[in-house]
């Protein structure tokens, strides 16, 4: 891979070694030059910055807009989505985001997240109930992804039956077909018309969960809403605030735990020490975010004017995808970063971002990981792979690390 700088903005380089093998092709990245024109999901042009330094004060520099309309023809968007589901955080900057982030934070505060540990545990018991019989599962598709998913869907007050076409939207939206272009744009649609029911639904019958509290901040008339008519929500953002909580709260926390479970069985030592000492499993799942998190890149950032990311220029517009992966492994800040070290110090890592867009979920994917990953290991003492290793298949996505699958057996 070559340095942008010496290829010029017209010869992107190819990104499919990032899909491959990311942390080896990050590592030539990095190595080459700290900024380098590549091509995105789309194929559209955008500018990819692999170091820590620059990385990490590139996802606080207020110059850099999430907003879409900052955004030059021709540049790298992110998801092509609908206005009802587009209005959300991921696309805002202040004061909308202040507005909108301070509204649901309240799911998330530390005393909300501690009040779940007891219902997360007992979805993992109960999964892992349904699994022992078996001596073998696939854990992405029976334990990993089952768990954040009930988890958030009781959050936001989803009935059970309508939780079984998710999974297939999600993937829809990571890792399209290429064999059917329209899968996408289906999955698109099908979520659009699902939250609008499950809205007016909700409005009917609320209930004791966080989307009826946010439909009741949207209906309020606008002289009783929260202090002022500034602080409630359209309906589009509504909409776009549901989509949201639970695609992202599936999404990270599913790769989470399937890379933290893949990690472990690489290093037989490890998984033994922490099997014998479960109160050093929230130190670990800090490393295991840094080492092999589930998001490579930040969300897709636009120049609101000419600016200079590691001594290249970059025109106002034009796309920045900033490599979380990359600055997680990035030597001069992580020391011997491509070994797995629970004791190393972590408080720098970026794997759930850095700034006002920090990840507002943080501490419920922490405290899912750590109760998935201690009740599964304590489980089942003889955890291994039930197929060779080199038949394990990551999604081939810049966007999302994670496992196709990982079947397992004891």
Request: some cysteine; hydrophobic content about 45%.
């Amino acid at each position: 891979m070559q340095n942008t700088a010496e290829t010029g903005p017209d010869a992107p380089i190819d990104v499919t070694p990032l899909l491959d093998d990311p942390h080896a092709g990050y590592a030539a990245l990095r190595e080459a030059g700290p900024v380098h024109r590549i091509t995105g999901a789309d194929g559209r042009p955008a500018w990819l910055v692999t170091r820590y330094d620059d990385v990490r004060r590139a996802l606080a520099d207020p110059r850099l807009s999430l907003d879409k309309r900052h955004a030059a023809p021709g540049s790298y968007r992110g998801f092509d989505l609908p206005p009802a589901l587009d209005a959300n955080l991921m696309n805002m900057d202040p004061p909308d985001h202040t507005r909108i982030r301070r509204l649901v934070s309240k799911a998330f505060t530390p005393g909300r997240v501690r009040a779940l540990r007891a219902p997360v545990q007992r979805v993992a018991d109960a999964l892992l109930d349904a699994m022992e019989g078996n001596g073998r599962a696939e854990l992405v598709a029976d334990y990993a992804g089952p768990l954040p998913i009930t988890v958030i869907c009781e959050l936001l007050g989803i009935p059970q039956d309508d939780r079984r076409d998710f999974l297939a939207w999600s993937d829809a939206l990571i890792t399209p077909d290429p064999g059917r272009p329209q899968a996408m744009k289906e999955a698109i649609g099908a979520m659009q018309e699902f939250y609008t029911g499950l809205i007016a639904a909700k409005r009917a019958e609320p209930g004791d969960d966080l989307l009826s509290d946010l439909i009741a901040v949207r209906d309020e008339p606008e002289d009783a809403a929260a202090g002022a008519a500034g602080d409630r929500l359209t309906e589009d953002e509504l909409t776009s605030l549901a989509f949201l909580i639970l695609f992202a709260g599936y999404e990270n926390t599913v790769q989470l735990i399937g890379n933290a479970v893949l990690t472990l069985l690489d290093h037989p030592v490890q998984l033994a020490q922490l099997r014998r000492n479960p109160a050093e499993l929230p130190a670990a799942v800090e490393e295991f975010l840094r080492f092999d998190g589930p998001s490579p890149l930040a969300i897709r950032r636009f120049p609101v004017e000419d600016l200079d990311i590691g001594g290249v220029r970059i025109p106002a517009g034009e796309a920045v995808l900033l490599s979380i992966a990359s600055a997680n492994r990035d030597p001069a800040r992580f020391p011997d970063p491509d070994r797995l070290d629970r004791g190393r110090e972590l408080s720098g890592h970026l794997a759930l971002g850095h700034g006002i867009h920090y990840c507002l979920g943080a501490s419920l994917a922490r405290m899912e990981a750590e109760i998935a990953l201690g009740a599964l290991i304590n489980r089942f003492p003889g955890l291994r792979l039930d197929v060779p290793r080199g038949e394990l298949r990551h999604r081939r996505a810049l966007r999302a690390r994670g496992l196709i699958s990982l079947p397992v057996a004891w």
